[in-house]
């Protein structure tokens, strides 16, 4: 083979391999967590019953969506301020009297990157044994993220809260 044919021969393989990588390249680059936390106009929060439950337990999932096609955000820690309310609007207070507790208020979890087909979530946990004590029609809560955003979530109809307190975990991959 003559000089001239082993450098396009040469030029050929690393176009080929450029061609190669630069998807590999691109892809870990698109799949990096967010640095920008979430805002209110990032998500769609909604509430429904977990059927999986464990055994003595009642939970219900917060789900945090993404809002729009391009959402590229973080979420870390757990929702704040966290209320039950009846009415469709945000109350000053909380008409349940229903403590709040995180269930590991000493972790550190790790950021949840959101973004379109990937979501976070978040469960409030109470036992399944304790008295129907308030039933809600909205939950009202500070997105977990520094300097939180609030909204206000519908209660799944005809769900009632149990005990005078529950359990609120840290976010996690949905």
């Known amino acids: 083979m003559n000089s001239k044919h082993r450098t396009v021969a040469g030029l050929g393989a690393a176009a080929l391999f450029a061609a190669t990588a630069l998807p590999l390249v691109a892809g870990t680059a698109s799949a990096n967590p967010s640095d920008q936390p979430c805002d209110v106009s990032d998500l ?39 209320t039950f309310t009846k009415g469709s609007g945000h109350s000053e207070g909380d008409d349940s009297g ?55 979530v519908p209660w799944p109809a005809g769900e009632a809260l149990r005990g005078s307190s529950v359990e609120l975990t840290s976010v996690s991959p949905a």
Request: aromatic content about 4%; hydrophobic content about 35%; charged content about 10%.
């Open 98 to 152: 229903i403590t709040v507790v995180l269930d590991d208020p000493n972790g550190s979890p790790a950021p949840v990157n959101v973004q379109p087909g990937k979501g976070a979530e978040s469960r409030i946990l109470m036992s399944s044994q304790a008295p129907v004590s308030f039933q809600p029609d909205v939950v009202n809560l500070n997105l977990p993220v520094d300097g939180g955003h609030t909204v206000t």
């Open 44 to 82: 769609t929060v909604s509430v429904t019953q977990d059927p999986y439950s464990s055994a003595g337990q009642q939970a219900f999932v917060l789900h945090y969506t993404a809002a729009g096609d391009h959402t590229n955000c973080k979420l870390q820690g757990a929702p704040t301020a966290v």
